[in-house]
């Protein structure tokens, strides 16, 4: 529908606890990328948060409001609450008092088209090291974010744009994208076992697309000697730190795992989307084994 006629209680759940579930797609040419992982992350969120939804249908969903908006290469956003409550039933009880008919809410915002990411240098942004002070459920993809958003004020105000969260001196993750860093021999991923962060979809497809990546701890000590710094995400793809608290990763420009990492994420979105003018496209030392820095055994 037309945003003006989009209505939505102001007693509903979602806006007086964030009690809720979101997802963020990519779209491009029309089709939607790794709807199977974005529609099980979103099942087990809502069975999580015990939110009666089968999140099936949204590939159709968002096929259609993409055409709706004539927007074929776009984030598309989805957003599930418990609901309002019924006549009679109390707007502020914790435990939800009687059956509610969930919200389901969406929107797409347009996005470069993915010939933008061949054989192209990543993306740059700035950061800054913020303590991580949210909840201890981070692998669920909730529409809290209000920790996050304090993080983000936080690195704005210190100058940069985006914060890299630490949690009891393990690395997590950015504000909104996984982060993955080049340390040493090895290209380093936080496991989502070490601190309370989000399995994201696109850091699973780099670990398809490059299985040489390690997921384990990571110490924050370790941002400080990494030759490259990375966040991966739906919108973000591959993006190189350049900075860190002001001072420069590497020679504070995108690196060769960065290049490489970037090239072979889109040559795997463009296969599963079945571009294969994208394929043919991608250099063949886009695609090449890493530097000879760069351990490829884990």
Not at 244 to 270: E, F, M, N, W, Y
Request: hydrophobic share 40%.
């Amino acid at each position: 529908m037309p945003l003006e006629h989009a209505s939505i209680s102001p007693f509903d759940r979602g806006f007086i606890f964030g009690d809720g579930v979101y997802e963020g797609l990519r779209s491009f040419r029309g089709k939607m990328v790794g709807m199977e992982r974005h529609i099980a992350r979103m099942r087990d969120g809502l069975r999580e948060a015990r939110i009666d939804w089968d999140p099936s249908p949204l590939t159709r969903m968002s096929e259609e409001l993409i055409k709706a908006c004539a927007m074929p290469d776009a984030f598309v956003y989805w957003q599930v609450t418990r609901g309002t409550p019924g006549p009679g039933q109390p707007v502020r009880s914790r435990v939800p008092a009687g059956r509610m008919t969930p919200t389901v809410f969406g929107y797409c915002t347009p996005q470069p088209p993915i010939e933008k990411f061949v054989n192209a240098d990543p993306p740059t942004v700035t950061c800054a090291v913020c303590e991580d002070t949210r909840w201890s459920r981070g692998h669920l993809k909730s529409i809290s974010l209000l920790g996050n958003v304090i993080a983000a004020i936080e690195a704005d105000e210190a100058g940069a744009q985006d914060a890299i969260l630490v949690k009891n001196g393990l690395v997590g993750e950015g504000t909104a994208a996984n982060l993955i860093l080049v340390h040493g021999r090895q290209i380093v991923t936080p496991s989502l076992e070490s601190v309370p962060i989000l399995a994201g979809v696109t850091r699973a497809m780099d670990l398809d697309v490059a299985p040489e990546i390690v997921s384990r701890p990571v110490k924050v000590e370790e941002l400080a000697s990494a030759s490259e710094l990375m966040l991966t995400g739906t919108t973000t793809m591959i993006t190189s730190i350049t900075q860190v608290d002001g001072r420069p990763v590497g020679d504070g420009k995108p690196g060769p795992v960065a290049r490489s990492l970037l090239a072979r994420l889109t040559r795997a979105i463009a296969v599963e989307l079945g571009f294969g003018d994208i394929v043919e496209r991608i250099r063949v030392d886009t695609l090449s084994p890493w530097s000879s820095p760069v351990s490829a055994s884990r």
